[in-house]
């Protein structure tokens, strides 16, 4: 309960970026002992969604640019072996079909004007994607990229997200042409879509600041 509160309030920005906390101030407001408020900090450590330093409290981490190029740097890897795993055991068709479910939901919430939901569907796409590999491996080290990711997404507003669905060009590409690559069986056409996808989100995240490279919380 402690984990998945605090996991709560970090993605939706109850628990600003830099805010530092305490295990005793928590262990009151959550009225249980420090023991289950430091296994609960430590798995968010764990997951990237909170930073421990020695003699300091714990604090939720400020992501610079170079932090979310980094995360996307290693999604990338991880969701380029996915790919080429998918393809080459034969199940694109399978992987396509749950891809495409999640891809007509999105939409659908995009018609809407449902731009939390659209956020939602967007990390679903990715984490579908991961599991049709059928690697533990794959997905246990996905885990953490993806919270980091939602650290990255918590701190964009709908209207962020409507504004950026609302300017993408031609060229860049959405979770449906991927799908498409991957029912294919297209590795080089998916992978390099994959890359663009990713290099696209990247631009969205941190294009806010062009002028300052500093802390990129404290900008979205």
Known sequence: MVIERLREDIIDGTLAAGTQLSEVELAKSFGVSRGPIREALQRLIQ??????????????????????ADIYLARTALES???????ASAKSEETY????????????????????????????????????SGSQRLQRMFSTVISETRLCMGALTGE????HHEAQSPSEVNHRK???LIRDGDT??????????FDDAVLALTS??????????ATL
């Open 208 to 217: 806010r600041d062009s002028e300052d490279d500093e802390e990129l919380a």
């Open 160 to 163: 962020d997200v409507r504004h």
């Open 188 to 197: 080089v056409g998916a992978l390099a879509a994959l890359k663009k996808h």
């Open 47 to 68: 997951e990237g969604l909170l930073r421990g330093e020695p003699h300091r409290r714990v604090s939720v981490p400020v992501l610079t640019k170079g932090d979310v």
């Open 178 to 180: 991927i799908s498409e």
């Open 81 to 87: 072996a996915a790919v080429q795993s998918i393809i």
């Open 97 to 132: 079909k749950e891809l495409d479910r999640n891809v007509r939901l999105e939409d659908a919430a995009e018609a809407a004007g449902d731009w939390e939901a659209v956020k939602k569907y967007d990390l679903e796409f990715h984490t579908i994607l991961v599991a049709a």
